[in-house]
């Protein structure tokens, strides 16, 4: 496979709003981001991906874009932008930024236009429909709940959003609005940019027939995932973008892939493909569903990170994460916040972060973060929350068993300011922080790790120096080792005469395996996350260990 800079790339996700405010009005902005540079640049970073900071109503904290050329007044102007980005490649770094254009915000010129008139010449660039018998156009449930379908009185037809309703889906079979994002695609490359994560992009094509989807629960509106997600012809919109943009630029893509699985990964990243670099795919995520249970079993996890990986050797490159803007804290869901936080919180470091692949960190997660505590409706920002809250109300459900559903998947969770320091508000801010701090700050945060040898944020520097001084953590092929042991999730990388094992005790048990299944007597122990290796054989409650076997 060719070598690329991203692939040995570690890569840090920002949420503007919730990372650094600068000018103490509270929110988070472009300014606080530069002031970071530094502490990233010391942790090892080489890639930061900012989710949106374009102009936006925030109906969706920023993914309802108005205007993809400006900056969001609250987290200052393109004059920040162009410093900001000046500043990360000025250490070395480089800045992706998020590609939203599966819809745009209601107020975007664009759709002002598309909804002023039937005959608009932008009408076509979203979705308009009739009703049918005075009711929506079909029976679709959108992703925030409710119908994907809103009805405009202006010129009585509804338009279609996927997601929230002032989040109107762009129409990307209309060739004319597909010129003019690839026109708003270069102009940020040509500043300078060094690519894209692409928001949503498995929503972008959707069944041409605007079917009813089926509805043995005679619901009002059904899941309509099957209508639109990774939907038959979807990579014909990505071969066009990429023929027409990305292939002409030296720059990485990251799609958003809900829906895809490891047996067609390769059609989207496959070197040859010239298509996307990586994608985020959705597999592990699920397990964030209810239905999944608390803390998925390491036989699951083994499943769906061995078929990636095995999917993908010697044809792709994978995106490795386990958190980010839309999930909870990982060692809240994963973990045991309770009586190992800080084990668990490096030993799931470990685990995800060595397998090949780029590794994704998200803020606070290299300080084991961990999800907040909500009492009220109140208590939460999150628009697709609110619409969980009004659906789950209405069914019935009490106060207490919405929050403690919230609690485990909602995706506030991740949004809490960063937690910098010891000082008020956790140092995110001298104003009043426009959502929550932790309550925990005074004994997670990034001061206090800076100090402590054996941190979470220490550990996560160890990983980050260890991967990029050895070619087998980035290139070397992955194999799943003790396949059956209930508690361990254990691999090995190989390349070229060089081999590494990564060990991790995914449990608060400890965990034993026998030595001929996986010998270690002349191995090194390179990293860990206990003091020292008590017993060769055993790993206490989520130890972690890397071993160089060779
Ligand atoms: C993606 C984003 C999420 C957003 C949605 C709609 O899933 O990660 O935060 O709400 O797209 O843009
Ligand atoms: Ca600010």
């Known amino acids: 496979m060719e070598k690329k800079w991203w692939k040995e790339a570690v890569a840090y996700q920002i949420y503007p709003r919730s990372f650094k405010d600068s000018n103490s009005d509270g929110i988070g902005d472009l300014n606080g981001i530069t002031e970071k540079l530094d502490y990233l640049k010391d942790l090892g970073i080489d890639l930061i991906w900012i989710c949106p900071m374009y102009k936006s109503p925030n109906d969706d904290n920023g993914y309802d874009i108005s205007d993809y050329q400006e900056i969001m007044a609250e987290f200052g102007t393109m004059a920040d932008f162009d410093r900001l980005l000046q500043q990360v490649h000025e250490r070395g770094m480089r800045l992706i930024i998020d590609l939203v254009v599966n819809h745009t915000s209601d107020e975007h010129p664009w759709f002002l236009e598309s909804r002023s008139s039937r005959d608009n010449p932008k009408r076509d660039w979203y979705t308009w ?17 409710g119908s994907t379908w809103e009805f405009d009185p202006q010129t009585e037809q509804y338009y ?48 041409p027939l605007f079917a009813n989807v089926p509805n043995p629960d005679k619901l009002r509106y059904a899941p309509s995932m099957k209508s639109h997600l990774n939907y038959d012809g979807l990579l014909e919109y990505v071969d066009d973008m990429s023929r027409n943009v990305l292939k002409n630029y030296d720059i990485v893509t990251v799609g958003e892939m809900n829906g895809l699985f490891a047996d067609h990964a390769e059609e989207w990243v496959g070197e040859h493909r010239g298509r996307l670099n990586m994608v985020f795919q959705f597999e592990h995520v699920r397990l964030w569903e209810p239905e999944a249970g608390l803390r998925p079993e390491p036989a699951v996890l083994k499943k769906i990170f061995t078929a990636w990986q095995e999917a993908l050797e010697g044809k792709g490159w994978n995106a490795l994460y386990v958190e980010n803007h839309d999930l909870t804290r990982i060692t809240s869901r994963w973990g045991d916040t309770e009586h190992h936080w800080r084990e668990s919180a490096t030993c799931i470091a470990a685990l995800y972060f060595l397998m090949q692949g780029t590794p994704f960190i998200y803020q606070g997660q290299e300080i084991g973060m961990t999800n907040t505590r909500f009492e009220s409706l ?32 909602g995706r506030d969770n991740s949004r809490t300011p960063m937690q910098w320091n ?47 001084q050895q070619r087998a953590l980035i290139d070397g092929r992955y194999v799943l080792e003790l396949p059956d042991h209930p508690q361990i999730y254990a691999y090995r990388r190989v390349l070229e005469g060089m081999e590494f094992v990564v060990l991790c005790n995914m449990s608060s048990k400890s965990a034993r395996w026998r030595g001929e299944q996986l010998p270690l007597e002349w191995a090194e122990c390179v990293l860990g996350n206990y003091p020292k290796v008590d017993e060769i054989y055993r790993l206490h409650p989520w130890e972690t260990r890397v071993y160089k076997i060779s």
């Open 129 to 145: 429909r009739d009703g049918k018998e005075g009711a929506e156009p079909n029976n679709w449930e959108g992703i925030f709940k």
């Open 422 to 468: 010891s000082w008020p508000n956790a140092g995110f801010s001298d104003g009043t922080p426009w959502f929550k701090v932790n309550t925990n700050f005074e004994m997670i945060n990034v001061a206090i790790q800076q100090q402590d040898p054996d941190s979470v944020l220490n550990f996560y520097r160890s990983l980050i120096q260890l991967r990029k």
């Open 160 to 207: 279609l959003h996927l997601f929230t309703r002032r989040q109107p889906d762009l129409n990307w079979e209309n060739k004319e609005m597909r010129a003019a994002v690839y026109d708003m695609m270069r102009w940020w490359l040509d500043k300078g940019i060094d690519g894209f994560r692409i928001d949503a992009i498995a929503h972008l094509k959707k069944e």
């Open 378 to 409: 109140d208590d939460f920002d999150d628009v697709s929350v609110k619409n969980i809250w009004r659906e789950m109300e209405a069914q019935g459900k009490s106060e207490a068993e919405i929050i403690a559903f919230l609690t485990h998947t």
